[in-house]
């Protein structure tokens, strides 16, 4: 009986934790996914959402997620399913004029990088990317460019984030999060499907 009571309580915990909204989160893009701006993150603090383009404050709402339903000033905004404490996906519904429509959209928690070290020293190297069939070499522009046919590559931070930012003509189209920078390679996150995470080694 005391193991069975232990048990409900740890998942009781789990559970709690993995419900926790508060912080910053990256909503993921697809190759089918497009958003204005850009690149939205969500902030949720106390019972205040803000909503950022990258690192500019644009929005803030009131909400409230009420069994499992994300109302955003009164007005619900979709259903909130946990994958993990680190994602969650809002299914919203759209009316269109013939029939109703659900989009799905995953969101990431954002975590401060950890640095093994320095900015520049990151910038130096270029790296070998590979997630499923997409496999690419990033290289770091210091400069973000102005205009540009070709893609770029420029190392950002919100905060303790940081991000591989890619420009395409000169907008910031995607931003990959790095949770870890160490001598051998980067470890991202937030890719849009699984596996959630890669590893970028140091192109030698």
């Keep these: 009986m005391k193991t069975y009571i232990f048990i409900i309580a740890l998942f009781g915990i789990y559970t709690m934790r993995c419900q926790d909204i508060s912080g910053k989160w990256l909503q993921i893009k697809n190759g089918d996914t497009h958003s204005i701006p850009n690149v939205v993150i969500l902030e949720f603090q ?11 404050p644009m929005f803030s709402h009131q909400f409230r997620l009420v069994d ?9 905004w979709g259903k909130v399913s946990f994958i993990n404490n680190l994602r969650f996906s809002l299914s919203a519904k759209a009316n269109k004029k013939i029939k109703e429509t659900v989009f799905n959209m ?3 928690r954002l975590m401060p990088t950890d640095l ?6 990151i910038e130096k190297h ?11 070499i990033i ?3 210091k400069d973000k460019p102005i205009y540009d046919m070709n893609e770029h590559s420029i190392l950002e931070s919100v905060g303790f984030t940081f991000f591989i930012s890619i420009y395409r003509n000169g907008i910031r189209e995607i931003v990959i999060p790095i949770k870890t920078a160490t001598s051998a390679g980067m470890e ?7 596996p959630y995470s890669v590893i970028a080694p140091i192109n030698k």
């Design 68 to 76: 499992g339903e994300l109302f955003v000033n009164n007005h619900i």
């Design 188 to 194: 991202l996150y937030g890719m849009p499907g699984k």
């Design 126 to 136: 270029s790296y070998n990317f590979k997630w499923n069939n997409e496999e690419k």
């Design 106 to 108: 995953d969101y990431v």
């Design 46 to 56: 106390d019972d205040t959402m803000v909503q950022y383009d990258f690192d500019k």
């Design 116 to 121: 093994q070290f320095n900015k520049d020293e």
């Design 139 to 141: 290289s770091f522009n």
